[in-house]
């Protein structure tokens, strides 16, 4: 199975709005509505700012949300603040029943 | 509030097999609607998932480990166990624990602290 498609690494000042693509193909994101979005600080387990493309969970900020469109899935961050700069993954379902990650954005926020 | 904590030994020889233990408390596993299993990250790379399974047996496994892949749980300890055969040093990683929604089998909603397993001689 193929991984998904980040960018290796994003930036931007803070305040700014910053978006974080997620490029899969027909068999996962083009298929289902189940991509999630993680944020990993070092040292850190991942912690799940997005679900089911759109969804945060209870907790997360409003800053962050979730879009999709085709076969790439996008995290946005506004308001961009300090502790926001982390990696950040994306997953998705597979149409084999499997989930497939993304490689990682950097996200340094200037 | 539900807790995932794994654990094993920290470091396992070349072909021989890498065995942890997760687990689970403030929830039960047989409480139904979720998937249980492991994600795993390479030092300083990207999350790969490994695999997950329902308490009630079925299993799904990264198709590049299934030859070596056995997750398994113990209800009544409220446990997951991955077990990977024939480990090499490309199988240092660190080890997460984690739980999966059914109904949204996109990514993991909770998630154990991780373990790091060294594969050395």
């Known amino acids: 199975q193929s991984a998904l498609t980040q960018p290796a690494s994003v930036s931007g000042s803070p305040g700014q709005s910053i978006t974080i693509s997620c490029s899969g193909t027909?068999?996962?994101?083009?298929?289902?509505?189940?991509v999630s979005w993680y944020q990993q600080h070092p040292g850190k387990a991942p912690k799940v700012m997005i679900s089911d493309v759109d969804k945060r969970p209870s907790g997360v900020s409003h800053r962050f949300s979730g879009s999709k469109s085709g076969t790439t899935a996008s995290l946005t961050i506004s308001g961009l603040q300090a502790e926001d700069e982390a990696d950040y993954y994306c997953?998705?379902?597979?149409?084999?029943?499997?989930?497939?990650f993304g490689a990682g954005t950097k996200l340094t926020v200037l | 509030q539900l807790q995932l904590q794994e654990s094993g030994p920290g470091l396992v020889k070349p072909s021989q097999t890498l065995s942890l233990t997760c687990t689970v408390s403030g929830g039960s596993i047989t409480s139904g609607g979720y998937y249980w299993g492991w994600i795993r990250q390479h030092p300083g790379k990207g999350l790969e998932w490994i695999g997950f399974?329902?308490?009630?047996?079925?299993?799904y496994y990264n198709p590049s480990l299934k030859s070596r892949l056995t997750i398994s749980v113990d209800a009544s300890k409220n446990q997951v166990f991955l077990s990977l055969r024939s480990v090499t040093a490309a199988d240092t990683a660190v080890y997460y624990c984690?739980?999966?929604?059914?109904?949204?089998?996109?990514?993991?909603?909770?998630w154990g602290l991780g373990t790091l397993v060294t594969v050395s001689s």
């Open positions: 997953s998705s379902y597979t149409i084999s029943k499997t989930m497939v």
């Open positions: 399974m329902f308490h009630s047996g079925n299993t």
């Open positions: 984690t739980r999966v929604p059914s109904s949204a089998p996109g990514g993991a909603d909770h």
């Open positions: 027909t068999n996962d994101i083009g298929f289902y509505d189940y």
